[in-house]
T-cell receptor, first 112, second 109 residues
Framework: EAQVTQNPRYLITVTGKKLTVTCSQNMNHEYMSWYRQDPGLGLRQIYYSMNVEVTDKGDVPEGYKVSRKEKRNFPLILESPSPNQTSLYFCASSSTGVHGYTFGSGTRLTVV | EDKVVQSPLSLVVHEGDTVTLNCSYE??????LLWYKQEKKAPTFLFMLTSSGIEKKSGRLSSILDKKELFSILNITATQTGDSAVYLCAVYAGNMLTFGGGTRLMVKP
């Protein structure tokens, strides 16, 4: 089944403790992206990647890092999480970008 | 900065009603406009529009794009309670996908 898989689905962590949210797609898509969704602010793009080793900042990249060492994986790294990074995170992938993205099921992150 | 605005913010209708959701945009280097439906979890794809005036249709849902006036509408006819969701409009411009704030639709039996 074609899908984008994120892990974990839920995570509660403490301020400053490094964490990684994994994302993997099995559709051989070139494009991958991370979004956060907050009430009243909608979905905002954090980082995106158009191919292996090609990444670029979205609208809200501060406090996040990504890497794209292989086509299928696009992990999101929070080196020193803070409470304002508490949010619902979505990973998404696309063959071209133009035709829209397929979203993962989301990761609900709480930083205390 | 690219901007996508949806209206109304929320809408309550009864089963059988027809609804029209609006999306306007101001972006640089427009490439496509997309509609998504979000229930409890991840957004799911509905339509992609790139050309003005060509209606996309899927069952009771349809959408059209006006590239001159920079807007799109999503119509849902004969609404059902299963249509209750947040409907998201997004514009792919340059290499980025920018979302509007969404329209929350509630369909009452």
């Amino acid at each position: 089944e074609a899908q984008v898989t994120q892990n974990p689905r839920y995570l509660i962590t403490v301020t400053g403790k490094k964490l990684t949210v994994t994302c993997s797609q099995n559709m051989n898509h070139e494009y991958m992206s991370w979004y956060r969704q907050d009430p009243g602010l909608g979905l905002r793009q954090i980082y995106y990647s158009m191919n292996v080793e090609v990444t670029d900042k979205g609208d809200v990249p501060e406090g996040y890092k990504v890497s794209r060492k292989e086509k299928r994986n696009f992990p999101l790294i929070l080196e020193s999480p803070s409470p304002n990074q508490t949010s619902l995170y979505f990973c998404a992938s696309s063959s071209t970008g133009v035709h829209g993205y397929t979203f993962g099921s989301g990761t609900r992150l709480t930083v205390v | 900065e690219d901007k996508v605005v949806q209206s109304p913010l929320s809408l309550v209708v009864h089963e059988g009603d027809t609804v029209t959701l609006n999306c306007s945009y101001e972006v640089t280097n427009f490439r496509s406009l997309l509609w998504y439906k979000q229930e409890k979890k991840a957004p799911t794809f509905l339509f992609m529009l790139t050309s003005s005036g060509i209606e996309k249709k899927s069952g009771r849902l349809s959408s059209i794009l006006d590239k001159k006036e920079l807007f799109s509408i999503l119509n849902i006819t004969a609404t059902q309670t299963g249509d209750s969701a947040v409907y998201l409009c997004a514009v792919y411009a340059g290499n980025m996908l920018t979302f509007g704030g969404g329209t929350r639709l509630m369909v009452k039996p």
